[in-house]
């Protein structure tokens, strides 16, 4: 996955968000809570788990955004970046990635509560398109515990990659043997 424009990243953002909806749309309440292997989390986990995780990158963004402005770091004014890609996250058939503590499901959230936070968490970067799109995210970095000091455009990636990585598990559980029908 690449782009290279904050509306482009913002496009791949806003299928993935639909996507991930789809995927949970009308599902059972056994096929939520369906644990095809023991150590693995179920499809509710998985969507409070994005929910957890978009959190805190939008409050990533902001921070970001926010340092950008502080330091005049100005947008291109054909609101071009340069090619930014998702290169730095490996596939999930090379590498599983565990999550830290603080974004690990608790497994007491409604796949409703946890699509409601993140309907919430879309809608504020949504709202700070108009700032996003004024600033040069490539100016600011911080750091990703897996991955190392990221751009802002970098973390804009990642939102959406993070969630497809989620939508290609939850595909997993519903092809797994002993899905609920």
Known sequence: ???????EALEIVAGKHSELRAEVEGLSEEQQHFRPVADRWTIAEIVEHVAIVQ????????????????AG???KPD?????????????????R?????NVRPHGDASIGDSLGK????????????PRIETV?????TFPHP??????????LALLGAHEGRHIQQIKEIKASDGYPA
């Open 1 to 7: 996955m690449s782009f290279r424009s904050v509306a």
């Open 55 to 70: 959190e805190g990158m939008g409050k990533i963004a902001s921070k970001l955004v926010r340092e950008a402005e502080a």
């Open 73 to 75: 770091a100005l947008a």
């Open 79 to 95: 609101g071009t970046i340069g090619l930014v890609a998702t290169d730095f996250i490996p596939d999930r058939e090379s590498r």
């Open 97 to 101: 990635l565990n999550a830290p503590e």
């Open 118 to 129: 993140l309907e919430k968490d879309y809608q504020r970067l949504q709202d700070m398109r």
């Open 136 to 140: 040069d995210l490539g100016a600011v």
């Open 146 to 155: 897996a991955f190392g000091a990221l751009t802002g455009y970098q973390w």
